[in-house]
């Protein structure tokens, strides 16, 4: 079985301070992908990263960063010095070959002024 | 470029009618999708295509069709309305360069059958 698991329902920070986002997954498959999203109060969706599984480097895109550990499972997603912009939903999914996505359940972050 | 886009922004429905809901990209991306939101949740994708011509289901294509005759366009219809249906509709677009994908979003469409 598939399955993506994000634990942290909501999480609130102060403006400034770092939050880490825990992404746990579970698949049989060598071969995967793993994705994150965000969703501002908007509606709109944004996609932020995709992994594969044969690349475990961890990836840094400006105050974002994200942690790829295939012997937890895990791919985490960090914000360095979170702003109020950064309030959203973040999803966490993953993908086999045949495009058989499983998405988790979202962690909505709130960055307080 | 105007990117992904999608009409109707919202719709009602009766039970029992159809729509096609539009999706059109701009950027020559092979690779469209059709995914669901139901509220509070994530998403579920109900079609994909990789080219022109090609299309396939994903993990809840029930109750929906799609066609894909150009690069450019990819509707997905229902048929049958149901309130089951009743969900915020993303069409996404995305490609590929080296290892790397990139992957755009519609605005959606929201859909509520009464």
């Known amino acids: 079985a598939q399955k993506v698991t994000q634990a942290q329902t909501e999480i609130s920070v102060v403006e400034k301070e770092d939050v880490t986002l825990d992404c746990v997954y579970e698949t049989r498959d060598t071969t995967y992908y793993l994705f994150w999203y965000k969703q501002p109060p908007s509606g709109e969706l944004v996609f932020l990263i995709r992994?594969?599984?044969?690349?475990?480097q961890n990836e840094i895109s400006g105050r974002y960063s994200w942690n790829f550990q295939k012997s937890t499972s895990s791919f985490n997603f960090t914000i360095t010095a979170s702003q109020v912009v950064d309030s959203a939903v973040y999803f966490c999914?993953?993908?086999?070959?045949?495009?058989?996505?499983?998405f988790g359940t979202g962690t909505s972050l709130t960055v307080i002024p | 470029n105007a990117g992904v886009t999608q009409t109707p922004k919202f719709r009602i429905l009766k039970i029992g009618q159809s729509m096609t809901l539009q999706c059109t990209q701009d950027?020559?991306?092979?690779?469209m999708y059709w995914y669901r939101q139901d509220p509070g949740m994530g998403l579920k994708l109900i079609y994909y295509s990789v080219g022109a011509g090609i299309t396939d289901k994903g993990e809840v294509p029930n109750g929906y069709n799609v066609s894909r005759s150009t690069t450019e366009d990819f509707p997905l219809r229902l048929e049958l309305a149901a309130p089951s249906q009743t969900s915020v509709y993303f069409c996404?677009?995305?490609?590929?360069?080296?290892?790397?994908?990139?992957?755009?979003f519609g605005p959606g469409t929201r859909l509520l059958v009464l």
């Open positions: 996404a677009s995305s490609y590929e360069r080296g290892r790397k994908e990139t992957q755009y």
């Open positions: 950027m020559n991306h092979n690779y």
């Open positions: 999914a993953l993908t086999l070959t045949g495009n058989q996505f499983y």
């Open positions: 992994r594969n599984s044969f690349d475990e």
